[in-house]
């Protein structure tokens, strides 16, 4: 017996088709063809596999010749897209080489963070302040102005004492000066001010405020 | 009993030529391309009737070829591998059919004169359309490309036994949809069988 052992005609059997396409190996080989030459039956169907593998076997396509272009092309692409993917990893590389550049990253993440972080820490309760805002103003009557951006401190000044008002607070981030009345003025006298400064062309922006009524 | 398309033999050059592709040495792939197209043509044109969409196809398999070279691991043959991709690839051909269409019928270019006539070489193809896309594979690579059963069970990626199994089915449902055939070819008749 031969070192294969066909244990069955079963086993046999389902070898064939690689008896017929001769890729048995040596020891499988012998032992499906000793056991054939004693089995009609598994004669029958090799004869049977013969034909199939010859009618599977006669139609065959022209084959083309090799024509590489298409392939090239995607590969060109594909390179092409490596080598730039490649070329970005090798900048970054490069400039994080530099102590001073990855401590320059570094310092500039760490702002950003911060940003980030003061961003939604304003988010989280809104606060906000119109030029009618007056929590943090002691009691009193008092004008929110805005005067033209081109005029001298000393100009503003002189446009303060000559109404009787005084700086109470301001200028804000958008100019706004909050201006107390003198403490004698009573209603007509805040009223012609008032007029007076709307009249004004250097006068932007005039308000009138009340605390405390 | 020779093998047509199936020169199978993984030589030491084909794994060499693949390390090559791998560090991406465009000759090498160029002489593995065309080592494998014919051979990948004429078993992808069992499978779909368009010989441009085969070329397409083979390309598809020769560029996987060239981008997954580094995952061939060395457990089977070259052949066996990209025999593997492309089986996938004829898989989902079959199993296409709007866009693949009946192959190789009318359209065979050329066809031995030795073996049998015209209506035979239909006639089989006829039989072979008729069985599922896994069986057909097992007969297509075992009489078409000449692979043993170890070999077929690489490149369809599972068990000897399904191999066998899917063979032994194949048979037994060609033996129904080729009675012809079977009775013209053998000398004393499938009936017996």
Redesign the interface.
């Known amino acids: 017996m031969t070192r294969y052992d066909v244990r069955s005609h079963e086993e046999s059997i389902?070898?064939l088709?690689?008896l017929?396409?001769?890729?048995?190996r040596g020891d499988e080989r012998e032992a499906v063809e000793a056991h054939a030459k004693s089995c009609i039956?598994c004669r029958?169907?090799l004869?049977?596999?013969?034909?199939?593998?010859?009618?599977?076997?006669?139609?065959?396509?022209?084959?083309?010749a090799?024509?590489?272009r298409?392939?090239n092309a995607?590969?060109d692409t594909?390179?092409d897209r490596e080598s730039r993917g490649r070329y970005l990893l090798e900048g970054l590389r490069d400039f994080f080489s530099s102590p001073w550049r990855a401590a320059f990253a570094a310092q500039s993440l760490a702002l950003v963070a911060v940003a980030a972080m003061l961003m939604q820490s304003g988010t989280g309760e809104p606060q906000f302040r119109t030029l009618t805002t007056t929590e943090s103003l002691p009691e009193g009557h008092y004008l929110r102005v805005v005067f033209d951006p081109s005029l001298e401190q000393a100009t503003i000044d002189g446009l303060l004492a000559d109404a009787g008002l005084a700086v109470a607070a301001g200028p804000s981030e958008r100019g706004v000066l909050t201006l107390r009345f003198a403490e004698a003025a009573d209603d007509a006298d805040r009223s012609a001010v008032a007029a007076t400064l709307r009249s004004d062309p250097r006068v932007l922006f005039l308000q009138p405020v009340a605390t405390g009524d | 009993?020779?093998?047509?398309?199936?020169n199978?033999t993984t030589t030491t050059s084909e794994r060499e030529l693949l390390a090559a592709v791998v560090r991406?040495d465009?000759n090498a792939?160029?002489e593995l391309?065309?080592t494998y197209?014919?051979r990948l043509?004429?078993y992808l044109?069992r499978f779909a009737a368009n010989?441009v969409v085969v070329?397409?196809i083979v390309?598809d398999v020769?560029?996987v070829v060239?981008?997954d070279a580094r995952k061939f691991r060395g457990k089977s043959a070259v052949s066996s591998w990209i025999f593997g991709i492309a089986y996938r690839k004829a898989l989902t051909a079959l199993r296409r059919e709007g866009r693949y269409e009946a192959p190789?019928r009318r359209d065979?270019?050329?066809?031995?004169p030795r073996?049998?006539s015209q209506a035979?070489?239909e006639?089989?193809?006829a039989g072979?359309a008729g069985l599922s896309p896994d069986h057909r594979q097992v007969?297509?690579l075992?009489?078409?490309c000449?692979?043993?059963?170890e070999?077929i069970a690489a490149i369809a990626d599972c068990p000897v036994n399904t191999v066998?199994t899917r063979?032994?089915h194949a048979?037994r449902r060609?033996?129904v949809l080729l009675p012809r055939?079977?009775g013209?070819?053998?000398?004393?008749g499938?009936d017996?069988?």
């Open positions: 389902e070898l088709p690689w017929v396409n001769n890729t048995l039956v029958r169907e004869a049977e596999l013969e034909a199939l593998r010859e009618s599977v076997q006669a139609a065959s396509a022209t084959v083309p090799p024509d590489m298409h392939i995607r590969i594909q390179l | 009993m020779s093998n047509e398309a199936g199978r991406r465009r792939f160029a391309y065309r197209q014919p043509y004429g044109r010989p070329e397409e390309d020769m560029f060239w981008t190789l065979v270019e050329t066809a031995d073996s049998g035979d070489i006639l089989i193809h072979l007969i297509e075992t009489y078409f000449g692979f043993s059963y070999e066998k063979m032994f048979r060609l033996k055939l079977a013209e070819k053998t000398e004393q499938r017996q069988v």
